[in-house]
């Protein structure tokens, strides 16, 4: 993947003309930045092991001991000097292959603090050890060392009286110092990490190179039934992968959403904000998945010299890539059921009653199975309350909202025949009149043009009358479309229009549209026969976005056989 794990080469001071162009500013603003340049050198020292000890908030003391490559002991005074490193070949800043290239964080950190690196390496006998304080060697020895090395840094900032001040307490640094090493462990699955906080351990990840195991141990076991795979996309050079949570488990902020840029853990803001679109509408309101993207790209494709920190990259073809993986993210959102949990769902079966539309069918009728991409194949067992269709799949009992699903199946036709353009326009069996208030005659008559581009064909009939003709195509034939009240159509067109009148906004027809499924869909309560309940779950498995309704409310419940093994005790 990248070059972290070649031959380690010889420090050496950057040519100034080189040292000029790299982003320069305070790198190290925080105790957590010390933990971030510390683990980072680790990291590119090819460590497998890396232990980091934190005290009081990282003001107090922060040791960083891995069993990387190490430092020769002639080289040892390099590492701390300003512009001095190992890692940037040819001075060439375009393709950076390490976390590290700018030789600034040891001399940084030992300009603001006392920092002691002691490090050994495979070929010599005998380590070396070096202390500074303020930029000074406070001591220069000799020290037996293993391959590796100990970086161990104090009194931060006690010299710098405004940083400590601008320092949070203790509580909010440790928060972030435990944040900063879940993001730099996310981003290395295969090194084994642990953190002590105050003398006790906080933190602790395996190593075993797995992306799935990593997110378990940093996230707890309850995560590893929500995590779901993302199929691999290719685009614009760049390969991504990831895991991502399903809506049963979503957090209230953004910031358990990870993007690894070539092993850089970072927030490529327009990426995460296509992201966002991409899922908001299946999840409710202000809640976030977990989810982690690891992207991989050649150097030449990623800017990592933009920011003094490194915590942003400037990602070519950023929106391109982030457009692919939304629309992964969505096509998985929309398909994956929800979770009823058993604790709701005994509520909710204590107060319903179940009837079997034709009673005297059992269900497992000669109709069969119902086979559609979205599910696995499905077999009807009834209705439920009038409200929810039963249905068993191999390895869980599904549960659909009627409504939901029957208004998800009409907007996706009525959006379909809005976009194709070829609006199949059916004339309605009999006109409908419509009586429109005073109050919104005026308003209702300036929708007239727009909703006939939609197949809406409406004309004046009296004063304040007026006769719907035609709506786009519900095929009669089809048991769906038999579903809708022709009735219903004028209420439910009025009363679309007056909520968009209420809210205008570009996207009004996508909005008449979703609308005018949500007032036509059945209501619940209302009793379906059976060929009606097979027909709208083969539809509803055809859909585009089976799982969620336009409003981010579940329409598909699922309850696993495990659960019901844990909960009847089997
Ligand atoms: P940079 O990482 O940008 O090169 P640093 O100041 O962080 O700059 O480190 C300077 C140099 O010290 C590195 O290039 C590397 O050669 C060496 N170094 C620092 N930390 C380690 C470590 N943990 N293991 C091996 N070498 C290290
Ligand atoms: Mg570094």
Redesign the pocket.
Known sequence: MNERHSA?RP?RVLPPQVAARIAAGEVIERPASVVK??V???L??S?RRIRIEVRGGGLREIRVT?D????PPE?LPL??QRH????LREDDLERIE??????????SIAAVAELAIA?GTADSSLGRRLVLHAGRVLADEPTAHPP??T?TVRRLFENVPARLAAVRDERAETAEIVRTVQRLALAAPAVRFSLAIDGRPALHTSGSGSLRTVLLELYGAPVAEALRELAPVEVACARVTGLVTSPDLTRANRNHLHVVVNGRWTRPGTLLALLEAAYRPYLPRGRHPICVLVLETPPQMVDVNVHPAKLEVRLRAEREIGQAVAERLRELFARTPRTLTLHDQARALDSLRVQLAEPTTAYDDASGEIVTPAFPPLRLIGQLAGRVILLEGPDSLYLVDQHRAHERVLAERLLALATSGTSEITPLPEPILLEVRAAQLERFQRWLDRIAELGVRCEPFGPRTFVLRTFPSLPAADPLGQLVRPEELGPALLATLEELDRAEGEDWSERLLVGLACRMAIHRGRPLARSAMRALVQALGETRAPAVCPHGSPIVLRVAHHQLAQQFRW
């Not at 390490?98 to 001399?107: D, Q, Y």
């Open positions: 380690r420090i340049e510390l980072e050198n680790s590119d020292a460590a891995d990387g490559c190490g430092i080289e590492a701390v001095a490193t190992s890692k390490t976390l590290g290239f700018r030789g600034e964080a040891l001399p490090s590796g090395t970086v």
